[in-house]
């Protein structure tokens, strides 16, 4: 079945260090979004793209990148994670112009 | 930006009981209300969703109703089941676009 995947799972990782973690789709989706779930916060974006050479800063980008590498992938990297970076990230994917997004498995990461 | 709040944050409810998840947003241009479930451990779900032209929208058990002058949404569950314990996620979306979500609402249904 299509699926939205994401590499790693859970990630222990110390102040500092850069992190990448990458999502990858064969729904065929043209838009990808990357959130930060935190206990009692909900879902946040972090960032979106609706193309290929489409990127967009969401509610809390500061400290986050990202790059669309193809289609059917989208990475999220932590230049220098900092504790309070720990939190579940999920990637989701839409079709243009309908309603549903697919969440990938989500990568739980921890900063120490 | 959107804001959207969710209420209440922690809702327990016997077997069998109604639950009632209520949802606020503040930008009128918002036109597409979905509501998500989220299993222990799991994905977010798409249950069901409602869009800014019709005012209620149900599925079997669950329901949603919208109102749109006063800018807020609710979910219904009805007869409630064990298996119906999760949190419960509204959000909001203008054209499908970016989307809201509240703060995420854990209904635990009591056997």
């Known amino acids: 079945d299509a699926d939205v995947t994401q590499t790693p799972r859970n990630r222990i990782t110390k102040t500092g260090k850069r992190i990448m973690l990458e999502c990858s789709q064969t729904?065929?989706?043209?838009?990808m979004y990357w959130y930060r779930q935190d206990p009692g916060l909900g879902l946040r974006l972090i960032y979106y793209?609706?193309?290929?050479?489409?990127?967009n800063k969401g509610e809390i980008s500061d400290g986050y990148s990202v790059s669309r590498q193809a289609q059917a992938k989208f990475s999220l990297s932590l230049e220098s994670a900092i504790p309070n970076q720990t939190a579940l990230y999920f990637c989701?994917?839409?079709?243009?112009?309908?309603?549903?997004?697919?969440f990938g498995p989500g990568t739980r990461l921890t900063v120490l | 930006g959107e804001n959207v709040e969710q209420h209440p944050s922690t809702l327990s409810v016997q077997e069998g009981d109604s639950a009632v998840i209520k949802c606020t947003y503040s930008d009128s241009a918002s036109n597409y209300f979905p509501w998500y479930k989220q299993e222990l451990g799991k994905r977010p779900q798409l249950i069901i969703d409602?869009?800014?032209?019709?005012g209620e929208k149900k599925d079997q058990r669950i329901a949603v109703t919208l109102n749109k002058t006063a800018k807020h949404f609710s979910l219904h569950i009805t007869e409630t089941q064990p298996e119906d314990s999760a949190v419960y996620f509204c959000?909001?979306?203008?054209?499908?676009?970016?989307?809201?979500f509240g703060s995420g609402t854990k209904l635990n249904v009591k056997p």
């Open positions: 793209s609706f193309d290929v050479k489409d990127i």
């Open positions: 989701a994917t839409s079709v243009t112009n309908t309603n549903e997004q697919f």
């Open positions: 959000a909001a979306s203008s054209y499908f676009n970016k989307f809201y």
């Open positions: 409602i869009r800014s032209n019709v």
């Open positions: 729904k065929g989706h043209d838009r």
